[in-house]
């Protein structure tokens, strides 16, 4: 199969993959391994590690790790310093340790992402999550989930902490009113998110600060306090409803938006099935028809045999299953 993309200049990104076609929602763009591990917290990691692990790739592999970004590219030659440089410019980080990937390494950071980074058992695959226009640039997301909840001065903020650059993305360089909106939108995401998970939103006030270091443990999630209140299922339903929408407004993954309408119609169904167990047909339909939609773009941005896919066909006949029962004790009720 030709390339979908090539690595050129992004606009004060360095280079940035480009797509060469349009690539549609879901198509597979790139297959990648992980090529280089250290098993250490990126805080722990120095140059003489960098080069015991560097020197152990294969020469193929050794010129490839020399085309990523050092972050400011002072020559092709290379030192110790430099691929300390080239690792903390390209690495991803979990509780095991670091790694790096050859190809996906390459692909710039977006607060907006138009592609994601599925890890299965063939290793792991680049998948475009909207569709993606030839000539324009195919981004990841570099940070978690709860990060899309922040307005863009404090992702900013977090990303000068913990990368060491300036997010120049496409949502973080949009000009107001669209700024604003956007700022809003993701902070109502933020505030229905918390409240669903029973948390209030917890102080983010050391993101304000211009001068301010982030941990780069730093978890807003672990200082939240707990609800005093529960939410009931009548507000589940419309928190989950409103955050999908909002999620689709602010052009998240088609994926978050397909994971809350599926919560909503879950708990639009529980509320169906609270005694006495009479059946509105407008809001059977609704569960049909939120399971539905989440169904479609569940298909459309995962793999046919992924395991989301799997699950949210198997949601949908369950919820199916439950209506039809629910419709037969509700006539029986009424006979
Ligand atoms: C993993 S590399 C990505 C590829 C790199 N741009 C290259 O030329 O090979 C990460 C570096 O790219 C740049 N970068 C990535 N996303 C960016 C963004 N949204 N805004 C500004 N710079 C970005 C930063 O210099 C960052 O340290």
Not at 5 to 31: F, H, Q, T, V
Not at 171 to 196: E, H, K, Q
Not at 224 to 238: D, G, I, P, Y
Not at 240 to 258: D, H, K, N
Request: glycine share 4%; aromatic share 8%; net charge negative.
């Amino acid at each position: 199969m030709a390339p979908l993309w090539d690595s050129r200049p992004s606009p004060g990104k360095g280079n940035g993959m480009m797509a060469l076609e349009d690539i549609e929602p879901g198509n597979l763009i790139l297959e990648d391994k992980e090529a280089l591990r250290i098993y250490a917290p990126s805080t722990h990691i120095a140059a003489a590690d960098v080069r015991a692990a560097f020197d152990r790739l294969s020469a193929e592999d050794r010129a490839r790790f020399l085309l990523l970004s050092d972050g400011q590219k002072t020559s092709d030659d290379y030192d110790n310093a430099r691929l300390l440089r080239i690792f903390e410019t390209n690495n991803f980080e979990d509780q095991y340790g670091c790694w790096i990937y050859l190809l996906i390494c390459r692909c710039n950071h977006s607060c907006q992402p138009n592609a994601v980074v599925l890890i299965s058992e063939q290793g792991e695959q680049l998948y475009a999550e909207t569709f993606i226009p030839k000539g324009s640039e195919i981004y990841i997301s570099y940070k978690g989930a709860i990060f899309r909840s922040l307005t863009a001065r404090r992702r900013q903020a977090m990303m000068r902490s913990h990368k060491g650059f300036t997010c120049s993305c496409p949502a973080c360089s949009m000009p107001n009113p669209g700024l604003m909106v956007s700022d809003m939108r993701r902070t109502l995401i933020g505030g229905l998110w918390y409240a669903l998970q029973g948390l209030e939103v917890p102080d983010l006030s050391l993101l304000d600060d211009p001068i301010a270091v982030i941990p780069n443990d730093y978890d807003p999630i672990a200082t939240a306090r707990h609800r005093q209140v529960r939410l009931s299922e009548a507000e589940r339903t419309a928190y989950y409803y409103v955050l999908a929408r909002l999620e689709q407004a602010e052009g998240s993954s088609p994926y978050w938006t397909a994971a809350y309408l599926r919560e909503a119609a879950t708990y639009l169904l529980y509320q169906i099935a609270d005694p006495p167990h009479v059946v509105l047909p407008r809001s059977a339909q609704y569960v049909r028809d939120w399971m539905k939609e989440a169904s479609m773009l569940t298909d459309s941005v995962r793999p046919p045999h992924s395991q989301e896919v799997k699950s949210m066909h198997q949601q949908c006949n369950n919820i199916e299953a439950a209506l039809a029962k629910l419709a037969d004790e509700s006539q029986a009720g009424l006979d």
